[in-house]
T-cell receptor
Framework: DSGVTQTPKHLITATGQRVTLRCSPR?????VYWYQQSLDQGLQFLIH???????AKGNILERFSAQQFPDLHSELNLSSLELGDSALYFC?????????????FGQGTRLTVV | AQKVTQAQTEISVVEKEDVTLDCVYE???????LFWYKQPPSGELVFLIR????DEQNEISGRYSWNFQKSTSSFNFTITASQVVDSAVYFC??????????WGAGTKLIIKP
């Protein structure tokens, strides 16, 4: 158990809909990262938050947004969903001791868009 | 540009055999970190090791060992006396001055009983 909690574990929704994925980082971790894992693109970095502030953006679509709340949990919002958004979405957190520390991953949310 | 290549898409061995997973990386930075993660069939990503660019010492942890060679930009992972529970997809990743993880495509390791 990594200590990172993601909900829900599975999500099935229709095209055009909007969903919210939730992540609780490990106790004490200030950084939260979101990744997308799909069969064709592999693991892709989406976005990084540190203590409530956005630190870096990767290959995140404009239809996607995220935020980190004062209690450090984070949410990833996916809107106007398309079939191609079906993927495993991971949240990870890392210790506040530096930018080089390893990230610990949650179990992921498997999103299926039908 | 940063890049991580895991040329072996899938490896299949019989239990108790030794197996090496290759990882080759590209970066222009002199300071960077390399990581290995394991993704078992259950789907979660499990951290295995972190190694910085200034430390080329090989590391051993039980049946796992890692060989880091800057001269060939490689960070290979060897499992000795493989077990069925080692079956998983293994990812190599690079973090450089952008502080973002760049992932390899992964190697699917199948250990047959």
């Amino acid at each position: 158990d990594s200590g990172v909690t993601q909900t829900p574990k599975h999500l099935i929704t229709a095209t055009g809909q909007r969903v919210t994925l939730r992540c609780s980082p490990r106790s004490g971790d200030l950084s939260v990262y979101w990744y997308q894992q799909s069969l064709d693109q592999g693991l892709q970095f989406l976005i990084h938050y540190y203590n409530g502030e956005e630190r870096a953006k990767g290959n995140i679509l404009e239809r996607f947004s995220a935020q980190q709340f004062p209690d450090l949990h984070s949410e990833l919002n996916l809107s106007s969903l398309e079939l191609g958004d079906s993927a495993l979405y991971f949240c990870a957190s890392s210790a506040p001791t530096g930018s080089w520390t390893e990230a610990f991953f949650g179990q992921g949310t498997r999103l299926t868009v039908v | 540009a940063q890049k991580v290549t895991q040329a072996q898409t899938e490896i299949s061995v019989v239990e108790k055999e030794d197996v090496t997973l290759d990882c080759v990386y590209e970066t222009r930075d002199t300071t960077y970190y390399l990581f290995w993660y394991k993704q078992p069939p259950s789907g979660e990503l499990v951290f295995l090791i972190r190694r910085n660019s200034f430390d080329e010492q090989n590391e051993i942890s039980g049946r796992y060992s890692w060989n880091f060679q800057k001269s060939t930009s490689s960070f290979n992972f060897t499992i000795t006396a493989s077990q069925v529970v080692d079956s998983a997809v293994y990812f190599c990743a690079l973090k450089d001055s952008n502080y973002q993880l760049i992932w390899g495509a992964g190697t699917k390791l199948i250990i047959k009983p």
